[in-house]
């Protein structure tokens, strides 16, 4: 036993693609190039929404706290799976894959608390416009950022204090391409039904709870309802890191697309 908890398993492996070389290949290009975009395009959205004067509304900025979250999101895993696809043997170890589930849930509930605000943002905008420069002041959008940081703090502490000190001294193969949480929980010696129960009910809480919450507010005006559920729709979903990060579709905005040729191109 060389873990306090009495884990005799020091490192997991992961399965990944168990393809043949060929696809790995495949993968290796697909997967380098959408995380290359994925970071380009976010570091892009932030420093666009930082120095052009012409992005400094309440929207602009929760867009660039959610392309920071995105981008950190992408990067707990896609670096590690990359890698493993340059390696026949895919291994990630004990305090790696703790690490590695920590950020997953503390970015990931973050961003989707921090969806929700940017639900509600569209929310003012739409069915208060008179009153929107006032509602969203400056203190609510500190108010906004600093709570989404907070809550997936907890979110992930609630999850991992558990996690962390169970034992694992039997089968250490994890069916995914990075630790996910559920599945390496069904990986300790002991009996886990009650913790993968409180691991499903957390998830559930800090991703259904706030848009439920923000319906709640705008509830009973039917039409205000519609716009901020259609707004939230994108809010209520596990964040997956392997994609474009949805801020980068941020970039397809007229405004922003306009903000980048100005503060990128101004010179020439």
């Known amino acids: 036993m060389d873990l306090k908890n009495g884990s005799v398993v020091t490192e997991f492996i992961l399965l990944g693609f168990s393809v043949g070389w060929e ?17 380009l395009g976010n570091v892009l959205i932030m420093v666009t929404v930082t120095f052009s004067s012409t992005l400094h509304s309440p929207m ?14 992408s990067t707990v895993t896609t670096p590690k799976m990359i890698r493993d696809l340059l390696t026949e043997h895919k291994v990630i170890s004990m305090w790696g894959c703790m690490a590695q589930m920590f950020f997953m849930h503390c970015f990931g509930g973050a961003e989707a608390t921090l969806l929700v605000a940017m639900a509600f943002d569209r929310y003012v905008a739409i069915c208060k416009p008179l009153h929107y420069r006032t509602i969203m002041s400056h203190k609510l959008l500190k108010g906004f950022a600093m709570p989404s940081w907070t809550i997936g703090f907890i979110h992930t502490m609630s999850q991992m204090v558990l996690t962390v000190n169970l034992p ?47 319906l709640l507010y705008c509830y009973p005006g039917h039409c205000e309802t519609k716009i901020i559920w259609r707004a939230l729709q994108g ?15 941020w970039a397809k905005n007229e405004k922003m697309q306009e903000a980048m040729r100005t503060l990128w191109f101004q010179k020439y």
């Open 23 to 39: 696809l790995q290949f495949v993968f290796l290009v697909t997967f380098s190039l959408i995380y290359g975009a994925t970071v």
């Open 60 to 73: 602009y900025f929760l867009l660039g706290n959610l392309s920071f979250l995105d981008m950190c999101l």
């Open 168 to 214: 694992f001294c039997g089968p250490h193969i994890i069916d995914n391409i990075f630790c996910d949480l559920p599945l390496v929980i069904k990986l300790a010696c002991m009996d886990t039904y009650t913790l993968e129960l409180f691991v499903i009910a957390g998830s559930a809480l800090i991703y259904l709870f706030p848009p439920a919450a923000c």
């Open 235 to 249: 809010s209520v979903h596990v964040v997956c890191p392997h994609h474009c990060g949805h801020s980068v579709l």
